[in-house]
Structures are given as structure tokens and as C-alpha cells.
């Protein structure tokens, strides 16, 4: 077998052999082929695609490249999510708390963030004294014990989706179906949870911008994670608006707090029920979906989700007070408004603008080294249809930085687009894709 | 600019402009730009294609890359010929010595050969005491005073080809019809001659398969050169059989002497008159072609080719007696006939499979830095249509190494197809292509 031949191969767009597709992710992984011609392979894979079979192969030989975690001492059936990204997407941190008071088991290794805000494992990190490099014997202790632990990646999992995101990131073959897929499920079968629920974005604030798109990867997904020997749903949600109100990282923890207090309604709430209660069923813990979603509001209504986060965070040695105070969280020096230059309704968001409008303001990075802000953030005040008053307040900016919120206020404010009636709201869940 | 944004405008199959194009071969040979992010732009190229306009920017960035030849000092209008390859096309050999007859000046940059037989600078060291190593003023001085020159490439040249040739060889993308036109013509330019006159040969022997591409290719590289002000003429030539006879070194070098003493009609003479007849056009020598091409044929008529040739070995320290006595050129131990299996007419030749079996007995190189043997190789007997007896003589080996004897055979005979009846015999020149 020869690299020449194989990029040959994808190039006249054929099928590659799961021998091929494992020959070329060793290789690299060892560092026998190069980068050179891996990344012309990519962009053949970007031209001519690759179906699920050859998807599958990839996955499997990319999730084989470095360590597997071991969940069989989880006493239930571990369980885990992902979500492709968006803005104000904080739903891990309510769905994990919802499904462990449910019953079920939340064994989730998250990643830190790149772009508008920080990953999960950031937002963890604004609770004071909390910890997310557990040992794996740790995480499965907390687990077993809290319900739910999250965690970042121990070992060393998946090297080669490492390489080769590296790869991709600087050879424009970042948006390719297989390459997303594979990505992402690799990460997920080595992270050793049994079933898994994928919320796949679409919109302006997401990296997918049409929903054929993010269809057609959620069908990858799925169809890997079966053929994997693991239950996998996924549902195709709406990110043309931030999804909570919170874009930041101690604000995003303290609206999760708010939304599991029983405070908030609205789409944060609803993706992050509708979340739960497949992961719910996927766990075998509940036979039809609707007494899965209502459980899902019971734990909320009770308060046994909230107590649930508590202890997990005392687990996890922060300090869990702050879920009834979170003024215990980091808090930005001052505030400002964003205010609207017009009056009518609002038509369109542009998600991912405010995104990078906070991160200007500290709240997410640039590079993977960059230092990140906890305290600082945007709060959007209105949502697609809301009326709106010229001079009304569109968002709110918490500053630390004085010098970025000149920027950060005007993008914040070109991000939303004023116009005479209210549009049709958008469907929050498109679709559900199960195998 | 930056290179992230041009790989991804060339993989949405935009236009690049004549800056972005710049830019990536400069910062390529400087190395600021890593293998890694050209060979997937080179991918993305072989899938979304160049037009004329970015095809031309890229072969004048390229030209620009290193040292250009001056040949101001050439007394007449110095004319250059190239050939995209084939097996038995010793044309150079024949062309250039019939265009100084005729008072042409033929100032030539070669290179040494890849694969079935070595190129016209291995063919030319065959000849006791050649020297092709020539200094710039050397070169401009034998020109004037034989009306020919054939040597190596002298300083930098077009260092962007040599990098990129050899990521493309490595990576799948050779076959691109933009990327070979600009790889040919970057290095005609940079060589300097004021008219070029370029053979592309289709069919089993030649790396383009259809006389279509042929075609494409052949516009492409006169629209290049028309482009950057130079006269640029095409042939679009058949090689679905050995141009000539001999497939070699020094039984090229003997095969251009018989054909240049008289002795030898046929494709090999055709092929070259009507090379010499473009390039006697294009350097002002002669108006029509017609009367272009009676003078190269009374050249070779009237021996005065065959000085020229003679003169221009004694002017790089060769041996002029070969001219007459071929004798004086190395020769194999021994030589052994390769015999048809069957009877019938020979209906289809594996030109290609010829050159391997050659390259086998030594005549051409694997690899850059592989030996080469001059005496070896193969003398073709038989052309497409030729009646043929079973034993019959197909072609005679001539071979220093016994132990590849065998497989030369084999793969020898095997590129003959025997059928009941003769085929219509191919067009030798299927198109003229001038801007």
C-alpha cells in the first residue's frame, strides 16, 4: 500500500478500503506520511467526499490512534452529549445535572474552547475552586456517586484527530462532512460512553450553516455510532439566534444555574429538556419519549437537578454555594448597554457576530494559549420578533477591558438587524435523527 | 493575504488573482508558506481548475522565481523547442542541427530523464567526451557559431518548478492540465528564446491519454506564451507507438545520425521537419511553411544538417567522427531478438510498456540519481499496421545485463497487439495550435 496510490484513489473519486483508510491514519499518526500529503488527501476528501462505510473507517481507525477510556466500572449505563457549537449553548450544564437526577449516568470529557467564548471545561472553570483534571479512577467515583462528572480529556485520546484537526485548520478542509464526522465521533466511541445524543446546529451562529447540511451529518453520525455498536441520536437544532441569553463563561454558568432553578422558559430550556430526554431513553431508564421529557421538567421543579450540579461541583472541589448565590462567581468591573439605532422588530441575528463581539471583550480566544476573561460577556436582551424601540437596550456588555468595548459595542449592536414586522419564529428542533 | 483564504477562494472555485498568485510562489520558495498548505492548494487546483489568465500569472511568478538566461547576445532570434515526452522522440537531436542549416539559431536548455530512457542531455553524453555542462557564455558562443547548442540547465533556474514538480510527484497532482502547462512554460521563458515551438504528444506512450487534453493543454501553454510575449506554436502529435525506432541513449544519438544522413524515412523525419518548419516560421527565416519545410528537408539532403550536428560536438568537447562512424558510440554486449507469439497485423502498440522494458536494461532511471547504461536498449521493428509471422522479429534488445534479459523480453513482446487485420494507420499530426 502506498500513499501515492491512495490520494490517487480518492482523487478519481473511488472508495477507499477501511485497510486503506487505517493504513493512512497509522501512518500519520507515527509520523511515516507527512503532513504534505495528508493534507492533499483532505482536499480530495473535500472534492469528492466519502460515504458511511468509508466514514465509519475513519472513525473507528482514528478513535483506535491513542487511548480508549474505560467506563465499565460506571454502575448504570454511561451516557454522554455532544453539541457541534453555538452561541449561549450552555445546555451541558443543565442537561448533565437533569439526566444524573433522572437516574442516569453522565460521563462527559469535554474540550476547552476556541472562538466566541470558552468551551465547557472554562465555564467550569469560573466556580471558584473547581476541577476538571480528575484521574479516570475520579471520574468514574464521581459519577457513580453524583450521577454526572465533567471532565477534561485524560490520556491520550484520539492523537490522530489532534493531527489532523491541526491539519485541517490551515488547509481550508475544516467544513467536509466525513472529516467533521469523524471527528467528532472519534472522540465520543474513545470516550467509552455506551450511548450518545449529538445536537447538531445550524445557523448563523454556527459553523453549519444550512439545515440539508446539518441533516446530512447528523445521518454520518448516527450511522457511525450504530455501525460502532453505540446508540446514537441526534437532533438538528437552531442556532440563528444565541440560544440562552448568557455569552460568556461565569455568565453562561450562572444562567444554567437560573434555567435549573426553575427560573427561565424559553429555548435554552426547551433544547436542553428535549436533549435529556433522549439521553434518558437511550439509557433505558424511560420507555417513551414524553414520560422521559417530563421527568426531565420534574427534576427541575424539585430542585433535584440543581442539588444534583451541587454536589458534583463539590466532587469536583469548587465551591458549590454558588448555586444559590452566584454572586460568588467572577463579576466584571462595569456594564454597559447596547442600544438599538432603530425601532420595529427584530429580524435577524447574527449569532456568531455577538460571539465574536464577546470575545473581543476577553471571553473566548483567539489561539489555543490565549488567556481567557471568566468574568466578562454579553447578556442579549431581545430574541427574533421582539419588538423594539429606537435607543431600547439590544444587549448588555460586562467589561473588564476598557479599551475593547468600542469594538465589541458596535458589533454587538451590527449583529442585529431591525425591520418593520416580526418574522415567523424559526423551529427550535428541526429534526430528530435516530438509526 | 493569506494563504488560508486562497486555498479556500481556489476550492470554491474562484479566480485568484495575479497577487494572490504571487504571493503563494514567493512565499513557497522562501519558505514561508509550508508544503503542507501548497499541496492542498495544488489538490484543490486539480479539482477547480485555472483559466488562461491565472494559468499565465502562475507560469510568469514561477519564471520570476530564480535566474533568467540572457541570450541578448545570440546573433538572430533565438528559437527553443520542447517536448511533453515519448518513447523513441529523439527529435531534438535532428530538429536543432536542420534549424541551423537553415540558419536558425537554436539555443536549448534540457534536462536528464525520468523514467523509460534518459532525457536529450544523457542521449548527448553518450557521444565520447561531451560536455553539456556549458557556462552562459559558452552557450551564447557555441549558438552563434554552429547555429546550435544543447545544454544543462545553467544557474537558478525557476527554482519554483523544482519544489513544486516535487510535492505535485508526491502528492497525486502531477496530471493537471494548468499545472503541467505552467511547469513547461515557466522554464521556456525563464530559458530565454524569443520564439518556442512545442511538441504535445498524445496516446500510449505520453503521459496525456487523449488528444483532447492534448489539445487543451497545447492552447493553454501558446496562450501562455503569447501572453508573456513570446511566439508560441503547437504540435498535437500521435505517440501511440515509438516515434522512432530506437529506444536508448546511444542508439537514439545513432538513429538521429541516420535520419539526418538521409537514410531513414518515416514519423521520426515527418515529426521533425514539421517542428523544424515551425520554428524556421516563427524565427522570421521564412514566411510560408511550405517553402519552411523544403529547406529543412534539402538540410538534410544536402549534409549540411549533419556538419552542423558534427560542429556543435567538436564545440562541446565531443567526438566529431560519430557523425560518421556510429561505431565510435558505446555499444551492448549482445543483442537478442524479441519474437511474436502469433501471426496477423500489428493492431495496437503498448509504447509506454516498450519504455519500461528498456528502463529495465538500463537505459533510463527510477530514480534521479540511478546510473544510467548508454549502450542499452531496445531497436523497434515493427509499426502499427505491419503484417507479422508468428516468430517473427518484434524488436531486438541490446542488453549489458544478463539477469534483466527475461522480464525486458516478456514486457517487449507484451506491448504488441497481434489481430487479423490491419488498422487504419493514426494521424501523426493531429492539430496545429497557433495563438
Redesign the interface.
Known amino acids: 500500500m502506498r500513499i ?1 496510490d491512495i ?2 484513489r480518492k ?1 478519481r473519486r473511488r472508495r477507499l478500503s477501511d485497510e486503506e483508510i487505517r493504513f493512512v491514519v497509522e501512518r500519520y499518526v507515527s509520523g511515516e506520511i ?7 488527501l ?3 476528501v ?2 469528492a467526499g466519502m460515504d458511511e462505510a468509508e466514514t465509519t473507517a475513519l472513525t473507528l481507525a482514528m478513535a483506535d490512534s491513542g487511548d480508549r477510556i474505560d467506563l465499565s466500572g460506571v454502575d448504570g449505563v454511561p451516557v454522554d452529549k455532544h453539541s457541534t457549537g453555538g452561541v449561549a449553548d450552555t445546555t451541558t450544564l443543565i442537561v448533565a445535572p437533569v439526566v444524573a437526577a433522572c437516574g442516569g449516568r453522565m460521563a462527559k470529557m469535554s474540550g476547552r474552547g476556541l472562538g466566541h467564548t470558552g468551551g465547557t471545561l472554562d465555564k467550569l472553570e469560573a466556580i471558584p475552586g473547581m476541577r476538571v483534571d480528575l484521574s479516570a479512577e475520579e471520574f468514574v467515583r464521581t459519577v457513580n456517586r453524583c450521577g454526572l462528572s465533567i471532565v477534561g480529556q485524560t490520556g491520550n485520546l484520539v492523537p490522530a484527530d489532534k493531527k489532523l484537526y491541526a ?1 485541517r485548520d ?4 475544516v467544513d467536509s462532512a466525513p472529516l467533521i464526522a469523524s471527528s467528532i465521533m472519534s472522540k465520543k466511541l474513545a470516550s467509552g460512553a455506551s450511548g450518545i445524543v449529538l445536537d447538531v446546529k445550524w445557523g448563523s451562529g454556527a459553523f453549519i450553516k444550512t439545515t440539508e447540511e446539518a441533516t446530512r451529518i447528523a445521518h454520518l453520525m448516527t450511522a457511525i455510532g450504530t455501525r460502532a455498536g453505540r446508540t446514537t441520536v441526534a437532533l438538528v437544532t437552531d442556532m440563528n439566534q444565541p440560544l440562552g441569553s448568557g455569552v460568556g463563561n461565569a455568565l453562561d454558568v450562572a444562567e444554567a444555574i437560573s434555567v435549573l432553578r426553575g427560573e427561565c422558559s424559553g429555548d435554552l430550556l426547551d433544547v436542553s429538556t428535549a436533549l435529556a430526554r433522549e439521553l434518558l431513553v437511550i439509557a433505558g431508564l424511560y420507555v417513551d419519549a414524553d414520560s422521559a421529557e417530563a421527568a426531565a421538567r420534574r427534576a427541575i421543579d424539585s430542585g433535584e437537578a440543581l442539588a444534583r450540579l451541587a454536589a458534583m461541583i463539590e466532587a469536583q472541589h469548587g465551591d458549590p454555594r454558588v448555586v444559590d448565590e452566584v454572586a460568588l462567581l467572577p463579576r466584571a468591573r462595569r456594564t454597559v448597554s447596547v442600544r438599538s439605532r432603530s425601532g420595529g422588530f427584530v429580524v435577524a441575528i447574527d449569532a456568531e457576530r455577538i460571539g465574536s463581539a464577546a470575545q473581543i471583550l476577553g471571553a473566548g480566544r483567539a489561539r489555543k494559549d490565549d488567556p481567557i476573561d471568566p468574568a466578562v460577556g454579553i447578556v442579549v436582551k431581545k430574541r427574533l420578533g421582539d419588538p423594539v424601540d429606537s435607543g431600547e437596550e439590544l444587549a448588555v456588555l460586562h467589561i473588564n477591558e476598557e479599551g475593547a468595548a468600542g469594538e465589541a459595542n458596535e458589533r454587538c449592536a451590527g449583529a442585529f438587524v431591525i425591520g418593520d414586522s416580526a418574522p415567523d419564529p424559526p423551529a427550535l428542533i428541526v429534526e430528530r435523527v435516530a438509526p
Open positions: 501515492g490520494i490517487e482523487k507527512p503532513d504534505y500529503q495528508i493534507s492533499a483532505l482536499m480530495a473535500w472534492f491539519l490551515v488547509t481550508a478542509t
